[in-house]
C-alpha cells in the first residue's frame, strides 16, 4: 500500500538555525500538506501546495516558513530562524485531484519530531 | 467557540463493549467530515469518511446530523486495538485545510 514518507523522523537544532523537513508524498497525489502538533494539543493546519504553489494557509504559516517542491517526489518545509515554540511535530500529508467529489481524504506520514533547544 | 468539540475522554470500556462519540461543529459551511485515530506520537490516520447518508465499515457506523452539527461514531465489540484517541475532522467548503478536534481518547480494557 502506497504511503507518505518522512524524513528525519527526529530533528534536533538550536534556537535561530534553520531546518528543512522532507516528505516523499504518494506518486499520484497532486495536493501535498504540512500540519504541526504541539505535544498534547490537536493537530493543526500550516499550509497546502498544488500545481507548484500554495493554496492555502494558516496564520500559523508567517514568514518564517516557506516549502517546496524541488523535484517530482519531495516536498520541503522550510523553518528559517527556529524558536522554542516551534518545537512540534509536524506532518506532511498528500491527497488526490478529486472531481465532482466533495470528499478529500488526506493522508498522513508518520512524521517528524522537532526539537528546539 | 471551537471550531470542532469533542468530549476529551477518556472513554473506559471492556472489550466487547460497544461505544459511541460525538463531535460538534461550527461552521455551518463544513462539506466534508472525517474520522481518523491517533495512536500515541503516531500519525492521525483515516479511519472512515463520514456522508450525508451515514456509512458502516465493519464495526464502525459513522452518522451525520447537518442541522444539528453533529457527527458521531459508534464502535461495536470493542477489541484491545481500537484503543486510541479518536479525531473528528471537518473541511469547510472551498477549502482543503482540515480542521481537526482535540480527540476522544478510548481505552479497551480486557
Known amino acids: 500500500e502506497p504511503e507518505v514518507t518522512q524524513t528525519p523522523s527526529h530533528q534536533v537544532t538550536q534556537m535561530g538555525q534553520e531546518v528543512i523537513l522532507r516528505c516523499v508524498p504518494i506518486?499520484?497525489?497532486?495536493?501535498f500538506y504540512w500540519y504541526r502538533q504541539i505535544l498534547g494539543q490537536k493537530v493543526e493546519f500550516l499550509v497546502s501546495f498544488y500545481n507548484n504553489e500554495i493554496s492555502e494557509k494558516s496564520e500559523i504559516f508567517d514568514d518564517q516558513f516557506s516549502v517546496e517542491r524541488p523535484d517530482g517526489s519531495n516536498f520541503t518545509l522550510k523553518i528559517r530562524s527556529t524558536k522554542l515554540e516551534d518545537s512540534a511535530m509536524y506532518f506532511c500529508?498528500?491527497?488526490?485531484?478529486?472531481?465532482?467529489?466533495?470528499?478529500?481524504?488526506?493522508?498522513f506520514g508518520p512524521g517528524t519530531r522537532l526539537t528546539v533547544t | 467557540r471551537k471550531e470542532v468539540e469533542q468530549d476529551p475522554g477518556p472513554f473506559n470500556v471492556p472489550e466487547g463493549a460497544t461505544v459511541a462519540f460525538n463531535c460538534t461543529y461550527s461552521?455551518?459551511?463544513?462539506?466534508?467530515f472525517f474520522w481518523y485515530r491517533q495512536d500515541c506520537r503516531k500519525e492521525p490516520k483515516l479511519l472512515m469518511s463520514v456522508y450525508s447518508s451515514g456509512n458502516e465499515d465493519g464495526r464502525f457506523t459513522a452518522q451525520l446530523n447537518r442541522a444539528s452539527q453533529y457527527i458521531s461514531l459508534l464502535i461495536r465489540d470493542s477489541k484491545l486495538s481500537d484503543s486510541a484517541t479518536y479525531l473528528c475532522v471537518v473541511i469547510t467548503t472551498g477549502r482543503r485545510a482540515l480542521t481537526f478536534g482535540s480527540g476522544t481518547r478510548l481505552q479497551v480494557q480486557p
Open positions: 461552521n455551518s459551511a463544513s462539506q466534508s
Open positions: 500529508a498528500s491527497s488526490e485531484p478529486t472531481v465532482g467529489d466533495s470528499l478529500y481524504e488526506q493522508y
Open positions: 506518486s499520484n497525489h497532486l495536493y
